[in-house]
């Protein structure tokens, strides 16, 4: 392959599927976190043992393929690739290889930028490798099977990444598609990434990164891998990522695909992939966050960056679709976007979380564009309606929080709140700016928040004048 650009990247992105019972057993995905509890003959490889294939697990790939607008294969087929390695008990991992679920995918950057998908394919996840004292000082290795065998689904990409900004991107959109997919837990479930990397000024020599973690991490490790390229010799291997140390530490000379002896698995027979499956899965495909983003520009004519913000997390997408039904799209992406995330960013909590009591907030939002609240008042009301359900009317009448409308009773409020300032008064007529917002706020007090700060100002600028 000719490349034109000074980095090249692809990804080869290993999602763990939701199901409750692994690829190939009825051991629990979850639960008991004691090592080696979650097993049985099938996943530990023993002989005898035969795999039945998860079909939950089959459904969930074929949902993250035809999203990606795979070409789906009619047949289903696994194979065997062999490696001696200890996280596979039997020696080889079950995975697909001749022909792959799915292949000539595409997904979208932010940017625009179209990336290709060579293959999505499934396999079964190896156990976990622990070191108890770091990758580089660990004496020994210590193995649990718990994982081994749960479901993964294996998204490879084209080399058309040309940057780490470029592939943290990637990963993220991909979340974004697994959550509105709903075959992903971000709490419960792996999501690992293996990053090949080379550049021009070498030749372009491919170097693996393997097992990195989060989209946060993909970029640390491509940033450092890159600068170690441009410094030293690079020869063609497999690396990994040392998260704790920020470090890329030699494995291996890279294998090539015929090392590792692939055959059918004659424990899994080739089967059909049925169109009517296929069309029924297609049908029940959500919107996904692309055309959500893509909609809320043309519809509701609101900023393309605050469409893929909102788009980015099905919660509040869908969140966002119910307001404009009742407010202005600009007060819900106002609300909605900024002071809604603010509150969940200052309690650390997500959208799913907090249990939001959605018709509420819906409330909230039509008092504030009928100007009954101030935004004042509203932001202290959602930061309240975060932690407990209850009816905002009803709230906003027991606490006298309506807006104070009325410009007698402010310019009232406001010379009151001069004659009760006047070291204030007096520190603004000699040019501290600073005063004259502790006078409003002492307006803001008697109001309880009540009062339009901006007509608070005004008053209060006219009386000093």
Known sequence: MNFTSDIVIGLEIHVQLNTKTKLFCSCPTQGSEEPNTRTC?????????????????????????????CEISSNLTFSRKSYFYPDLAKNYQISQYEIPLGIKGKLHLKSGKTIGITRVHMEEDPAALVHPNGMVDSKFVLIDYNR????????????????????????????????YLKIFDQDNCIIKADANISIKEKDYTRVEIKNITGFKEIERALNYELERQKREDVVQETRAWDAETGVTRSLRKKE?????????????????????????????????????????????????????????????????????????PTLAVSWIRHELNRVLNYNKKSLEEVKLDEVQLINLLKLIEKKTITENVAQKILEKLIEESFDVEDYVKENKLNAVSDSGELKTLCEEAIKESSKAVEDYK?????????????????????ANPAEVQKIIKELLE
């Not at 081994?148 to 940057?163: I, R």
């Not at 600073?434 to 006078?439: E, G, V």
């Open 430 to 450: 000699s040019g501290n700016e600073k005063a004259f917002h502790a006078i409003v706020g002492v307006v803001m007090r008697k109001t309880r928040g009540a």
């Open 148 to 179: 081994s065998g749960n479901p993964l689904c294996e998204v490879v990409t084209e080399p058309e990444l040309t940057s780490p900004d470029e592939a943290r991107d990637f990963m993220k959109q991909l979340i974004a598609v697994l959550n």
């Open 41 to 69: 003959e099938v996943c530990l490889g023993m002989p005898g043992s035969k795999p039945v294939l998860n079909k939950a697990a089959l459904e969930y790939a074929l949902k993250l393929a035809l999203a990606l607008e």
């Open 256 to 328: 090539t695909e015929e090392e590792y002896g692939y055959i059918i698995d004659p424990d899994l027979t080739t089967t059909k992939i049925e169109d009517s499956l296929i069309n029924k899965i297609k049908q029940d495909l959500p919107e996904l966050a692309r055309d959500k983003a893509l909609k809320f520009v043309e519809k509701h004519k609101i900023r393309e960056e605050d469409a893929l913000v909102l788009s980015q997390e099905k919660e509040l997408a869908e969140l966002f679709e119910k307001a404009v039904e009742h407010v202005s």
